[in-house]
């Protein structure tokens, strides 16, 4: 089949690090995208990797690891603004997949 | 300027009515979407047209018909509501069929059957 598992929630303090962790399985991978999703909002692209290795966007970087079937978002100098779900995905055929998302609670 | 937009933002109606949602992206795209987000923040894809051209029909009761009468606009309706039919609607559209191509949402319908 084809699924995409992540944490549900994860916790962390403003102006730290954290990650968020995502498996994958599927057959005919292309890549992994990240969404952020504030309350009430509408899910907003972040980053794609399509070949292993960090692809670094400012304060986001995402990783990919084909052979372990595994990627990450990482998200440094955390600020109160980050909080909100975020989601992986990969492309199947015409279809985008989406994770359960994870949602990331930021303490003051 | 919107990229995609909807119409309308929120919808409040009784069950067993019949209610549209509509759609409309000004980038140029090729291809367009339909989700459902449940409670639990599920995104499940429902719908999706190329170029006027159903590509994707999910596992949708068929009281759920998209239409598509141009590229640039894709609208929902929806027959004899009922209640588990409450959920946000988001539309979506990518430059291209398939690719690794961004996904651009619009706002988001939230759709409340009483």
């Known amino acids: 089949g084809q699924s995409l598992e992540q944490p549900s929630e994860v916790t962390a303090v403003e102006g730290a690090i954290v990650q968020i962790n995502c498996t994958y399985q599927t057959s005919g991978f292309y890549g992994l995208s990240w969404y952020q999703q504030h309350d009430g909002g509408a899910p907003t692209f972040l980053s794609y990797?399509?070949?292993?290795g960090l692809e670094e966007t400012g304060r986001f970087s995402s990783f990919l690891s084909r052979s372990d079937s595994y990627g990450y978002l990482l998200l440094q100098e955390l600020q109160m603004k980050d909080s909100a779900s975020y989601f992986c995905a990969f492309l199947r055929g015409d279809k985008i997949i989406f994770g359960k998302g994870t949602r990331l609670h930021i303490l003051p | 300027d919107t990229a995609v937009s909807q119409t309308p933002k929120y919808l409040v109606t009784q069950m067993g009515n019949d209610k549209s949602i509509k759609c409309e992206q000004n980038l140029g795209h090729d291809t367009m979407y339909w989700y459902k987000q449940d409670s639990k923040k599920f995104l499940k894809i429902m719908f999706s047209y190329n170029n006027k051209e159903l590509i994707i029909n999910e596992t949708v009761p068929n009281r759920f018909s998209p239409k598509s009468p141009d590229k640039a606009h894709l609208n929902l309706h929806i027959n004899s509501l009922e209640l588990g039919d409450s959920a946000v609607y988001f539309c979506?559209?990518?430059?291209?069929?398939?690719?690794?191509?961004?996904?651009?949402f619009g706002p988001g319908t939230r759709l409340t059957v009483l």
């Open positions: 990797n399509g070949l292993d």
């Open positions: 979506a559209s990518t430059p291209v069929r398939g690719g690794t191509d961004t996904q651009y």
